[in-house]
């Protein structure tokens, strides 16, 4: 057994580095045209396969990365036509699926079902998954210093990026920690969206089995500008309520997790996935509430000791230089006189670009939350800015 996986990792390795090889041919032909290098990455990606695809999507969350590289890499479907390989007789006792799948991504399917009566939605994860991930992510660490030659990577920091994008990649896979998220974000969370109720008879690592709740796209609603507001604070309340509250955020907030159902005359919010979840301390939710404090009373000082504090394990520069960098992004913002977690972020960006800072792991998911919920909100074009948003649901105690 170790003989043939090592003679199945030499091959893949063999087509990965042939298509390597092609990619940096044509790197160095449109040396003088970025946009052509960040299209070519893509592309050279999406022949890799869906966990290469994968890596590109965590890669496309990191807004430090050139604007072009970052536009090009979110063009990255996670829809993989590949078929699941689905063996009924290995399904929970009297749980009843469709084969063909109504999603399908690079780590499971998702497929409707029904238990008795019941309708229900079933994530499957995908047959050998596991060594696919770990067969991929030992091939880009073997071809990482020759990945490391072109600038691109370089600025990226793409060894650091490896590191953390394992890491995400293994959380999600992991479907009995996705399960026990989705059990207490039904117990705490109820209240503010409709959380799918996790069937736990009919879960195990291969399989995460809810109850089916139909939901409208952000994509498909038709709002007036009062319910873009509404939709956008629900967004907002739902993040702010369970990262102040409770300590944990939902760091996978997209388009693709979420949906929305009108009751009446109000929208509520649904959330589908629970696969990628940060935590937050006592001590760092208090910092959050004293920087964006800080900020509205316009304490430079403050607001520099408390995103320290939340942000960074580490600096590499001179205390001065980061004092002064800080400083400026800090003024920035407040003449702005709107808290943008993009600009915040891309504030952040230009500062590390010029050292070797180091972020807290799960700042780094507090980061990715962020912008795709600035994302969904930019989407909905409410007419408020982010800080009046904030004052205005701002009512939840750290």
């Not at 962020?370 to 105690?397: C, P, R, V, W």
Request: proline letters at 3%; hydrophobic letters at 40%.
């Amino acid at each position: 057994m170790w003989i043939l996986n090592n003679i199945k990792f030499y091959i893949r390795l063999g087509v990965v580095t042939t298509r390597t090889t092609n990619f940096g041919i044509y790197y160095f032909l449109y040396w003088d045209s970025y946009h052509e290098k960040a299209k070519n990455f893509r592309l050279f990606l999406e022949s890799l396969g869906p966990i290469f695809i994968k890596f590109g999507q965590f890669l496309s969350t990191h807004c430090w990365l050139p604007c072009i590289l970052n536009n090009e890499l979110k063009k990255l479907q996670d829809n993989v036509s590949k078929p699941n390989i689905i063996n009924h007789k290995l399904l929970p006792s009297g749980l009843i699926i469709d084969s063909i799948p109504i999603a399908s991504a690079s780590i499971a399917t998702v497929h409707m079902g029904h238990i008795g009566e019941k309708k229900v939605a079933v994530k499957i994860r995908r047959p050998n998954i596991n060594k696919e991930i770990k067969q991929t992510f030992r091939i880009i660490k073997f071809l990482s210093p020759v990945l490391l030659l072109f600038p691109l990577f370089r600025q990226m920091k793409f060894k650091d990026q490896i590191e953390i994008a394992e890491i995400f990649i293994s959380e999600q896979n992991d479907f009995i920690m996705e399960a026990n998220n989705l059990l207490w974000y039904n117990k705490n969370i109820r209240e503010i969206a409709i959380i799918p109720k996790c069937l736990t008879k009919y879960c195990n690592e291969n399989i995460i089995t809810m109850e089916y709740e139909p939901g409208i796209k952000t994509d498909d609603l038709i709002l007036s500008n009062q319910d873009k507001e509404i939709l956008s604070k629900s967004l907002l309340g739902f993040f702010l309520s369970t990262a102040n509250c409770h300590g944990k955020f939902h760091a996978d907030l997209h388009n693709g997790n979420i949906a929305w159902r009108k009751e009446n005359s109000n929208y509520r919010l649904i959330i589908y996935d629970f696969g990628l979840i940060g935590n937050l301390s006592k001590k760092q939710r208090s910092d959050i509430n004293k920087f964006y404090n800080s900020l509205i009373k316009q304490d430079v000082s403050e607001c520099k000791h408390t995103l320290i504090n939340v942000f960074f394990d580490k600096i590499n520069m001179s205390e001065k230089e980061f004092d002064n960098e800080l400083e400026e992004l800090i003024i920035e913002m407040i003449q702005a006189k709107d808290l943008n977690a993009i600009n915040l972020i891309l504030g952040l960006k230009r500062i590390m670009n010029k050292s070797n800072i180091s972020l807290n792991p799960e700042m780094l998911k507090f980061q990715i939350a962020l912008l795709n919920i600035d994302g969904i909100i930019g989407q909905l074009a409410t007419k408020k800015s982010h800080t009046q948003l904030l004052n205005e649901i701002m009512f939840y105690d750290l």
